[in-house]
């Protein structure tokens, strides 16, 4: 999270995910914001409560906000399907 908001507890993200807004949790500047992906699914899994299938499904639905042509996001999201099928599985 950019530091836009003064607490991460009154960040959009809660408003927009609420409203089933299509969104994706991301870092496009890791090193100018020193985080990590991780570390902002981190955040936003203690800030507002996320389940690891709400997270699960963030990363997922985030495959069609990707920069990459149709071939590349078909694979991505058959990774998805596979994992999701796995743990459904296991």
């Known amino acids: 999270m ?3 908001t003064p607490s991460l507890e009154l960040h959009h993200f809660a408003d927009l995910y609420n409203t089933k ?4 949790i991301c870092t496009d500047d890791s090193g100018l914001f020193s985080t990590s992906l991780s570390n ?5 899994a203690s800030t507002f409560g996320l389940s690891k ?3 699960f499904r ?3 639905g985030a495959v069609e ?3 990459a042509d149709d071939e590349v996001k078909k694979s991505l999201r ?6 999701a099928a796995e ?3 296991s």
Not at 21 to 24: G, N
Request: no cysteine; glycine share 6%; hydrophobic share 45%.
């Open 58 to 60: 963030l990363a997922q």
């Open 40 to 44: 902002e699914y981190y955040l936003a």
């Open 87 to 89: 743990r459904l599985t």
């Open 2 to 4: 950019t530091g836009g």
């Open 65 to 67: 906000f990707v920069f």
């Open 21 to 24: 807004h299509p969104l994706s």
């Open 78 to 83: 058959a990774v998805f399907e596979r994992a």
């Open 53 to 55: 299938t709400e997270l």
